[in-house]
């Protein structure tokens, strides 16, 4: 079919468009018109050899004209021959809190790019091709470059805030399966000679789940009552009311928006500090005790940065 086992195609132009949605009932109204080339995405057409193994994924690594890296895709190709797939114009981003770490390769997008050139280089196994796509701008609206480079300036600022709660979050469920392991360690103990202090060692790790428990509710709430309950704030949602405040433009944001990070900033600062007083003071003892009984080793939590 082809001489070599991979070729990518140029892209055509992919606008960001802004969307306005008109009040009141929720429809497409010009549904009419929605057909498949219809996407506000940037469309990735690129072909597959048949005479090699078909890959499970087909890795996509997207670069600006300075050669930094700004996001990478990952595909699965539908069949050999002719495959498009889709890109939205995003750069790479920080994972959710309520997603746990990947276990394959997978790269979470946030807020778009800039417009500009940008160069696609696609590949499996040893086989990579590259092509451009050109990112513009909503040519409707007014803003200047200058305006777009502030916004992915305070999105940086962003993302950095949100990997720190990320971080943060990990490191606590890392503490939570610590103190589930040294409670299965104490229910499988079989030494009558180590029952008292075994018991004294379950009361100070349930006094350390509950401290911990509560940090955790005030990174995210959670309460699986079944009847309907008005949640407190949490950390998560002070943190993306910052985040709809960012997005509500493409341009500069506004002066609420930058309260909104200070003040996400200032939590996520105090509750790192608290977390890592309490790692030091009140678990890392607890800690030190259990691995000193003769339970199965394991790697202690550190602080967060």
Not at 183 to 202: G, R
Not at 292 to 303: D, H, L
């Amino acid at each position: 079919m082809l001489e070599t086992s991979l070729r990518v195609f140029d892209a055509p132009t992919f606008y960001h468009a802004e969307f306005l949605e008109a009040a009141g009932t929720r429809f497409a109204a010009d549904a009419h018109y929605m057909g498949q080339n219809r996407y506000e995405l940037g469309r990735i057409s690129y072909i597959l050899n048949d005479t090699v193994d078909k890959p499970d994924t087909v890795t996509v690594r997207i670069f600006n004209d300075n050669s930094e890296q700004v996001r990478t895709l990952y595909w699965t190709p539908g069949e050999f021959g002719f495959n498009r797939d889709y890109w939205f114009g995003d750069r790479k981003g920080v994972r959710s809190l309520r997603r746990p770490k990947p276990t394959k390769p997978n790269e979470p997008g946030t807020s778009q790019v800039l417009p500009g050139d940008y160069v696609l280089v696609v590949g499996y196994d040893d086989w990579t091709d590259s092509a451009r796509i050109t990112v513009e701008a909503d040519p409707r609206l007014s803003y200047s470059m200058e305006d777009y480079t502030v916004h992915a300036e305070v999105v940086d600022e962003y993302l950095d805030l949100f990997g720190v709660l990320v971080e943060l979050n990990d490191r606590m469920t890392d503490v939570e399966k610590l103190i589930g392991h040294f409670e299965d360690e104490i229910s499988a103990n079989k030494d009558t000679a180590l029952s008292d202090e075994l018991d004294s060692l379950k009361t100070s790790l349930n006094s350390a789940k509950d401290s911990l428990n509560f940090m955790q509710q005030w990174v995210q709430y959670e309460d699986d009552r079944e009847e309907s309950v008005d949640p407190p704030e949490d950390l998560e949602d002070i943190m993306y009311d910052a985040w709809g405040l960012i997005e509500t433009t493409q341009g500069r944001p506004d002066a609420a928006a930058y309260k909104a990070i200070r003040r996400a900033e200032n939590h996520v600062g105090k509750t790192r500090d608290d977390f890592n007083d309490w790692l030091n003071a009140e678990w890392k003892p607890v800690f030190e005790w259990a691995s000193g009984v003769n339970f199965k080793p394991v790697e202690a939590v550190e602080p967060v940065k």
